[in-house]
């Protein structure tokens, strides 16, 4: 069960601003961490807590295809991202990383920003603690969930390598 | 059930005859390609899989061209883990400083993508090769990663929707144009996860650029892919150049659409995007007095030669505004030779402006022109995200090379008839 407090932004956050290019010559991600969303909120990194949540509206993460984006997110101590949709890249390499992502348009609508949010991955579940509200997530397909249980595409990918050899 | 120019090409990756929107597949890749900046975390990972070497030494294309020559101690860096790596598994395909290029504009002019081919690079722009009838799309350095150990990418089979221009262009009106306005009228996520499918008679009279242009813009509107289908053009374009066999797709007649949009072209003026999305985009005449710090014609968007020409069109025996910088830069080593061969260089220079090496510098504000606080430029690229040049209170207008070059003349954002 994850547990936050909720960080709130807007449609098209994209990967300029969750990690600006002039931090691209580094990919430690302790150090991408402390730049998390430093163009759009200067003081995000101070503020958010370890486990808290960025709940964001549509399209979060489109540009650019740098997998310091969801890097940089993941080392700040954001446990989990909810927004209305994702960017298409941001959403393959959130999976294949294993930050953990839902899409629900009722739960950004019903989560304000400092909100305390609950969310079970397992079934979907996003509860606002505060209002008591309750959403359900899209669920994964199969195929994604197999790669989210193998701990990312590079832990399935090893285990093809290592089948392929008998 | 009929099938689009992406569907088959799946399809035929997967050893199917036919693929449905909406189901995932594992995909055969013909080329897997990356960066400077994405290959560095890409190679870590693949060290984690444990594999013994790369899938295919030929089908993997290593282009060092973001921060390159490097612009400090820490890109010099990860430039090296990449060449270090490069040289390790012999990897074909490695483009050195001198003889690189913007991946982009490189890899379709060394005829490493041919129609047909099934392309992922760990960059977003990768969509641009959809102008040869490819399948090309960006992913992140993980899938990088695992299609280099594998020869194999999961993809979701996109729905499509089909573009259909029509009409004439005016002098002025490419490529850019017609992307820059579809995304303003689409918006940035108005194709997110689908094919862009490009068509129509305004299609089948753009020349290459025009629909590299294009295609490479797909991701800005949250495609997946753009997509032309190969024709007359696209096969002269390809003879001297395709390494290996074409495979020539076209959509049927009954493949099925999530949406058809129709434009006529003759109604379409150049166009410029204001800050800081991409769908802000205006007619050049609507602009007003937007005076700029910077102009910079270049990246996988616009530099290629008929780009500089179109540019050079405009700045031939003029002088740039003492108030802007103007940096010029050819895509790859072969444009910028020929850009000093047909005198553009000399044009550019003489104009006061700055020519400069093959990178991807400004356009992501790595380097080669990063803006300070509250400064603006017009530019050729492809985003104008907050920050996107430089400081996060810095401004990007997106336009074509003429628009560019024609601003840089005259101290404010202007259209290339106030000039020539």
């Known amino acids: 069960m994850i547990t936050g407090r909720a960080h709130k932004f807007g449609d098209n956050v994209n990967t300029d601003e969750i990690i600006p290019a002039r931090y691209l010559n580094s990919t430690n991600p302790a150090e991408l961490g402390m730049h998390c969303m430093e163009d759009i909120d200067k003081d995000f990194v101070n503020r958010a807590e370890p486990g808290d949540l960025i709940v964001a509206g549509s399209n979060f993460g489109c540009g650019s295809s740098r997998e310091h ?35 629900c348009p009722e739960a950004v609508d019903g989560i304000s920003d400092g909100d305390k949010v609950e969310v079970d991955l397992n079934s979907g579940t996003i509860r606002n603690a505060t209002t008591g509200a309750e959403f359900k997530a899209k669920p994964f397909p199969s195929f994604m969930r197999d790669i989210i249980e193998s701990g990312g595409l590079i832990n399935y990918a090893r285990q093809r390598v290592i089948a392929s050899r008998g | 059930m009929g099938q689009t120019i992406t569907q088959k090409i799946l399809a035929a990756h997967c050893g199917r005859e036919y693929v449905e929107p909406g189901e995932l597949i594992n995909a055969r890749v013909d080329l897997v390609l990356g960066n400077d900046i994405t290959a560095p975390i890409a190679i870590k990972e693949f060290e984690k899989i444990g594999a013994e070497d790369v899938f295919d030494r030929h089908k993997i294309a290593l282009v060092p061209d973001h921060s390159t020559p490097n612009k400090d101690i820490k890109s010099a860096e990860l430039a090296k883990e990449v060449r270090l790596f490069a040289r390790k598994h012999n990897i074909v395909n490695y483009f050195e400083v001198g003889r690189m290029g913007i991946e982009h504009a490189l890899i379709p002019d060394q005829g490493l993508v041919v129609p047909g081919d099934l392309v992922i690079g760990a960059d977003s722009h990768t969509c641009t090769y959809g102008a040869v009838g490819a399948f090309s799309t960006g992913v992140g350095s993980t899938d990088m990663a695992a299609a280099m150990a594998l020869g194999e990418v999961w993809l979701k089979v996109p729905e499509a929707i089909k573009f259909v221009y029509y009409g004439r262009r005016g002098k002025w009106v490419g490529g850019k144009d017609l992307i820059l306005y579809t995304i303003g009228r689409i918006g940035v996520d108005g194709a997110l996860y689908s094919t862009m499918e490009f068509t129509g008679e305004t299609i089948k009279s753009l020349p290459m650029h025009g629909r590299f242009t294009m295609c490479n813009m797909a991701i800005e509107a949250g495609g997946k892919n753009g997509i032309i289908a190969p024709d ?69 968007t616009n530099g290629r030669i008929e780009d500089l020409r179109e540019a050079a069109e405009v700045l031939r025996s003029r002088k740039v505004h003492p108030d802007v910088r103007l940096i010029v830069i050819p895509a790859t080593q072969e444009i910028y030779l020929q850009a000093v061969k047909e005198g553009l260089a000399q044009i550019f220079v003489e104009a006061g402006g700055v020519f400069s090496t093959p990178t991807c ?60």
């Open chain 1, 69 to 103: 984006a969801p890097i940089a997110i993941k080392a700040a101590g954001v446990s989990c991202v909810i927004a209305k949709t994702f960017a298409r890249i941001f959403y393959r390499n959130a999976i294949n990383i294993g930050l953990p992502i839902l899409e």
């Open chain 2, 232 to 300: 007359d053009i696209t096969m002269d374009y390809m003879r001297a150049r395709a390494k290996r066999t074409c495979r020539i797709y076209e959509s049927d007649p009954d493949a099925v659409y999530k949406d058809v949009i129709e434009i006529d072209c003759s109604r379409i003026e150049p166009q410029v995007s204001l800050p800081n999305l991409p769908e802000n985009a205006k007619t050049v005449s609507e602009i007003g007095d937007v005076r700029i710090d910077q102009a910079v014609i270049g990246s996988c």
């Open chain 2, 361 to 420: 510098g400004p356009c992501l504000g790595g380097h080669m022109g990063c803006l300070a606080a509250g400064e603006r430029a017009i530019a050729t690229t492809n985003r104008n995200f907050t920050g996107r040049m430089g400081h996060p209170t810095s401004e990007v207008y997106l336009s074509n090379p003429a628009v560019a070059a024609a601003s840089a003349v005259m101290g404010r954002i202007a259209s290339p008839e106030e000039v020539v």
